[in-house]
C-alpha cells in the first residue's frame, strides 16, 4: 500500500511559479507510475501530468505541456511537480495519485493511491 502527502500549494500571481511535493509512504513506491490531477471548484478532476516508476516515460495534457514538468527521486519517496507561467485557470485542488502501470498513463480510474490534496490558487 501507498500513503501520499502533498505539499506546496499556496498563492502566487499569474506568471510565476510553484513546486508541489508528494511525499509517499511504502516500500513499493518506486514500482508505481506517479501522477498528479487537479480538481477546480464545479469541475471534474482532470489529469496534469505523470512519470513512470523508471522516469522513462512521461506524460502531460495539453494545457500544461512546456509549463510544468514532473520527477520523481525514487530514493527519497517523493515526487514533484515544477509549475511555471502559472495562469488563473490553473487554480485548482492538486491531487498526487499512484498507479501500477508500466508507463506514465493520463486514465484516472487506474490510480488506485490518492493524497489528500493541496490547494493553488493564482491571482490575475
Known amino acids: 500500500q501507498v500513503q501520499l502527502v502533498e505539499s506546496g500549494g499556496g498563492l502566487v500571481q499569474a506568471g510565476g511559479s510553484l513546486r508541489l511535493s508528494c511525499a509517499a509512504s511504502?516500500?513499493?513506491?518506486?514500482?508505481?507510475?506517479m501522477g498528479w490531477f487537479r480538481q477546480a471548484p464545479g469541475k471534474e478532476r482532470e489529469f496534469v501530468a505523470a512519470?513512470?516508476?523508471?522516469?522513462?516515460?512521461?506524460a502531460y495534457v495539453d494545457s500544461v505541456r512546456g509549463r510544468f514538468t514532473i520527477s520523481r527521486h525514487n530514493a527519497k519517496n517523493m515526487v514533484y511537480l515544477q509549475m511555471n507561467s502559472l495562469k488563473s485557470e490553473d487554480t485548482a485542488v492538486y491531487y498526487c495519485?499512484?498507479?501500477?502501470?508500466?508507463?506514465?498513463?493520463?486514465?484516472?480510474?487506474?490510480?488506485?493511491?490518492w493524497g489528500q490534496g493541496t490547494q493553488v490558487t493564482v491571482s490575475s
Open positions: 512519470i513512470s516508476w523508471s522516469g522513462d516515460s512521461t
Open positions: 495519485a499512484a498507479a501500477n502501470t508500466i508507463v506514465a498513463v493520463p486514465t484516472r480510474s487506474l490510480y488506485d493511491y
Open positions: 511504502g516500500r513499493t513506491f518506486r514500482r508505481y507510475t
